[in-house]
Every structure is written in C-alpha cells, then in structure tokens.
C-alpha cells in the first residue's frame, strides 16, 4: 500500500492494494529537476467552481433525456428517491456486485537474468461499471491504480478477464476511465446525487480489499460527515480533495470502488483512509457529483482541460537557504519557481527561476497547494492576474495572461 499523505498524527493513505518497494533518498537539485511540485501538468488552471457548475446542469439535463445520454455515452446524476428503496441490503448488494470489477496494474520490469522486460502486477484495485455504449463498457476508477501502468487488465463478476484501454485520467482530481468490450459486462450502476446525503444515512462500500482474491468485497456503515477537504500528494501536485467521510471499512485494494446508497447508486467513489494505531472507521470517497463532470470530461477530451501557467515549483520551506540569495528575512513563506516553459504564460510574461512568488490578486501564496487552489477555483485560460515576486531581494508584480495547456 503506498502512501498518499501523511501528517505524523493522521496518516492518510490511498486505498490501493500493492507491493512495498524500497525508495532512495533524493537530493534536494534531484527533486527540483523532476518537480515534484509541477510535473508534466506544470501547475495548469482550470475553473472548478464554474466548471462544476456547468457540467452539473448539464448532467442533471442529460438525466432528463434519457436517449442522449446512451448516444454521446456520457454519465448522469439520476435523482435518488426519497421513499428510500424497498430492496433488502442483500438484493441491492447482489444486483450491484455484478458492476464491480477487480483492475491489476501491470508494469514492465526487467529480468535480471535473462535481460528481457515482462508486465509484473504492480497493484490492485478497483472499478465500476457506468455506462455501456457503441460495444464498449466505461469503468470509472482512481487515477493511483492505473496511473504508471504498462497494461490493466480487468477482472470480471463472473471470473473472465480482459485487457482495459485507458481512456482518460487526471492525476489532481484522483480519478480515471478506462473501457472493455461490452460483451463481458452484463451489468452497469447508476450514479446518485451526492449534493442530498446527510450524515447518518447508511451506505455500503463494494471493492476489492488486499487483492483479488477477496473480491467484491461488501462493507457496511453511514456517512459519517459531508464535504471534508483532504490534503493529498498527486503525481502533479498537492491539493486538497472534497471527499464524503464514512465509517464503512475501506482497505487497499478498495480504491475505485463503490459507495452505494440504499437505492443502489453509486453516491461516491471509494479512495482513501486514515491509517494510524487506533485508528478505525475513516474512510472517504469521491462524490458522485465531483466525479461525474470529471469523467464525462475524460470521455470526450482523454484529459481535463487547464489553462497553462507552465512552471514547476518548490515551496520555500522545503528549499535550503543557498538557493534564495537575497531574500528579505520577513519573508517566510512562499513557493519558488525552478523551472520555466519559455512558450507558456510564465515564459512570456517575463518570471523566472528563483522567482519567490508570495502573492496572486493580493491573495497570499503559502506553498504551490495555495497557488493552485487559487488558479482553479478563480481563473480560466484567457484571464490576466497580477502575481507579485520576490526577485534577486526587491519584490515586483508581474502581470500574467493564462492560455491553454499543451497537447
């Protein structure tokens, strides 16, 4: 099980199931090369609030045409009945089971021996099947457990295996969607809304705990809290993810599986749990509301689209003093630029490596999480904003105009 996040009281770890590997140690010059803060994505933009917004209308007007939604094979939020269901939990766990697929990582490694590469099973986890459209099924999972995979191959209610295409994912968000031949599936769940849950209100978790060999796994508790953000490390970078809190047990190899209302929606994507002595009965997925707009984005683009900012970023508590010369001594917070796109906004608005930025529109900077919450939640491509730098001792504003991200 690798970790997402941790703070030394409340380990946070991602909910897939997979092999310790041992790591080495990293230089400080060796982080900022890679940057660890910016990666690939380089820090994009995108508007969250609006575009959450948007997509949700459009979700809840595709729910009301029910043609257009098995065309364009995009999913929808379907009301969830206030009457609750009259379904037992055994009916709606044996209809739901049949949904969830078992997902392995594979990835090559190289035989010491012989020299030749083979796919090795890097991890598990787990998926649901949402829509089935023109001869292919789409499985919604965690970005972690296919991220870095070489091939993923599915794992079916009956037993049968079979290769999975990636169609999309996005590191920030957590979440990736894949498609299999749709002759292999037989069943598909709906999505219900997440905005309506209250605390208290019972829920199962369906996945596969510790591998596939205790597949379909069920779980049974309540939601124990609403709209909890939790700090995580992604691949391109920190942030702060919007979970639902249950008390439902979720173990590795349960991230990408279901979280299942007594109606038999899916209200949330299972993905992370406090891990601590002593700890029991933290557990947290996705709402269904936050994933929906995300996946359908993933379906119709492989991506989700950010305007570029095109840097890499170290914060400054983590950078040794010998790479901020100058730096007045009030200044202790902040997030420095290591690396510039020349062709991107940064590049053409003039900032430059070693620049501290502390500031954006007069909101304090802290750390990158602080500068790309910022960016997501208020500024789209094509919008200016003034950043203000800290550059060889003197502080500056540099007025910065977003465009698109790179293919």
Known sequence: MSDLYKQPEVPVERAVYAKKTKSGFKRFLSTITAGVIGSALTLGAVTYTDYFDSLKQTSNQLALTEDK?????????????????????????ESSSKAIVGITNLQNQNDPYFGSQDDVESGTGSGVVFKTVEGSAYI???????????????????GEKTTAEVVGADALTDLAVIKIDSSYVTDILEFGDSSQLRPGEQV??????????LSRTVTQ??????????????????????VIQTDAAINPGNSGGALINTSGQVIGINSLKIS???VEGLGFAIPSNDVVPIINQL?????????????????????????????????????????????SAAG????????????IDNQSVENASDLRKYLYEHLKSGDRTTVKVYRDGKAIDVEVEFSNSPE
């Open 69 to 93: 939604t098995v065309e364009e094979g995009l999913a929808s939020i379907v009301p969830t009945s206030t009457a609750g269901s009259t379904s037992s939990i055994a009916d709606i766990v």
């Open 140 to 158: 919604v999972t965690n970005n972690h457990v296919i991220e870095k995979a070489n091939k993923v191959e599915v794992s079916l209610y009956n």
């Open 204 to 213: 199962m978790a369906i996945g596969n705990p510790l591998g596939l060999d």
């Open 221 to 242: 508790g309540i939601i124990s809290a609403i709209d909890r953000d939790i700090a995580v490390s992604t691949s391109a970078g920190q942030w702060e993810l919007n």
């Open 276 to 278: 601590d002595d002593g």
């Open 299 to 343: 379906i119709e683009y492989g991506k989700i689209n950010r305007p570029y900012l095109g840097v890499n970023l170290a914060d400054l508590a983590e950078v040794p003093g010998m790479y901020l010369p100058n730096l007045p001594e009030g200044v202790t917070a902040g997030t420095m630029i290591t690396q510039v796109d020349t062709n």
């Open 348 to 359: 053409r608005a003039g900032l430059k490596a070693q620049d501290v930025i502390v500031q």
